[in-house]
């Protein structure tokens, strides 16, 4: 068992504050990525968790239990760490069976532990090598088996893939998944990638400047943005946004950028209101923007990219740029005339004062 929770925890080193006031609970065996771009206080939290910085303020507890007084070895946790931290004179299966040595776990015991962990994650042909003769990705997996061989309550892990290439870093993020899957522990995973943060996740806490912006499952993070950090940070290629205003106009809600008018839905009436003579941001995804609909806007082709399976299509609306994302082939000129439409029930509404989402 291990619910990891932190209450009001804060770190300052000097005057600068790394995490401020952060109340969080992390149940047992889930899998909470922490989120954010460099800076935010995602590896000073972790390492707070772990033992390795102690916090400033605030509590945290394992099982209810609180752990300010155990040192990092002394609490139930393993960390995996971006350097992977791999002892360079010993082999790969030294450096899984380290921390069971220490244990004085018999020699037998930590053998077939070794191999069972090493051909969990197919490194049992590296055993004898030593990290110097190994790839970047290989020494991941043995940073990974080094921690994972210990039964820990949650395992910790420090952007342990973003040393690696990209196509290394998709096939290790289904691995990872799988490995919770398999271990049914609980994961704390400090990312700066959106993909990976979406990808691999129960919940996801995006952190910018010490504080947690939105704490959610991936699916309400990217449907529900909680702000405009979180709809700018969160999704790829990222949201689109437009600056204007919104008001009522023969019973319809409307939003006005540049002499454009978007239609806004029924349930926006109180956004409108409180938002009514001041700005207002609308947000978009790319995937929710149609083209060539019927009365849409009229817009021009700017510049049509293929992705692959789709085309991301970016379209010039007066003078604002708007991404939309369809289906492949989509083969226009740049500059050729098209239309836009912005559904009203997939329209994000946010107060630029303060960043909140308002619909
Ligand atoms: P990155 O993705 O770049 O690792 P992060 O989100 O993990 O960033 P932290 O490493 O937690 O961010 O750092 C948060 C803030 O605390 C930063 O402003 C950082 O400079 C500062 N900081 C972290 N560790 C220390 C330290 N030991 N001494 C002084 N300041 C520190």
Request: with cysteine; aromatic share 6%.
């Amino acid at each position: 068992m291990a619910e990891v929770r932190l209450e009001n925890v804060r770190k300052e080193f000097g005057g600068v504050v790394a995490v401020d006031d952060l109340s969080l609970t992390i149940a047992d065996r889930e899998f909470l990525t922490l989120v954010g771009p460099s800076g935010c206080g995602k590896s000073t939290t972790l390492r707070m968790i772990c033992g390795l910085e102690r916090t400033s303020g605030g509590e945290v507890f394992f099982d209810d239990q609180p752990v300010a007084h155990l040192p990092a070895n002394k609490r139930d946790v393993a960390m995996v760490f971006q350097s992977y931290a791999l002892y360079p004179h010993k082999t790969v299966a030294q450096n899984i069976g380290f921390a069971l040595r220490m244990m004085r776990v018999p020699k037998a015991e930590i053998a077939s532990r070794v191999d069972q962990v090493a051909a969990s994650l197919g490194i049992e042909n590296l055993l004898e090598r030593k990290p110097k003769a190994l790839s970047g990705g290989q020494r991941q997996r043995v940073a990974l088996g080094r921690a994972v061989i210990r039964d820990a309550g949650a395992y910790l892990l420090d952007e342990p893939l973003s040393n690696l290439d990209a196509q290394l870093r998709v096939t290790m993020r289904a691995e990872l998944k799988r490995l919770h899957a398999d271990l049914r522990r609980t994961f704390i995973y400090v990312t700066h990638d959106q993909v990976e943060a979406m990808t691999m996740s129960d919940r996801i806490a995006v952190m910018k400047d010490g504080l947690v912006q939105q704490c959610a499952s991936p699916e309400e993070i990217y449907a529900r943005p909680a702000n405009l950090f979180v709809a700018s940070f969160m999704g790829s290629p990222p949201m689109n946004f437009l600056h204007g205003e919104v008001q009522r106009e023969d019973g319809k809600l409307l939003f006005r950028h540049q002499g454009i008018a978007i239609e806004l839905p029924d349930h926006a009436s109180a956004a409108v209101d409180d938002l009514s003579g001041r700005e207002a941001v609308l947000g978009i995804r790319p995937e929710d923007v149609l083209l060539g609909v019927e009365n849409g806007t009229a817009a021009k082709i700017f510049v049509a990219e293929l992705l692959g399976a789709d085309v991301l299509v970016t379209v010039s609306l007066g003078e604002q740029l708007v991404k939309a994302r369809v289906p492949a082939p989509y083969q226009v000129g740049v500059n050729a005339q098209v239309t836009v439409e912005f559904p009203a029930e997939k329209v994000h509404l946010f107060d630029p004062s303060d960043g909140r989402a308002v619909l």
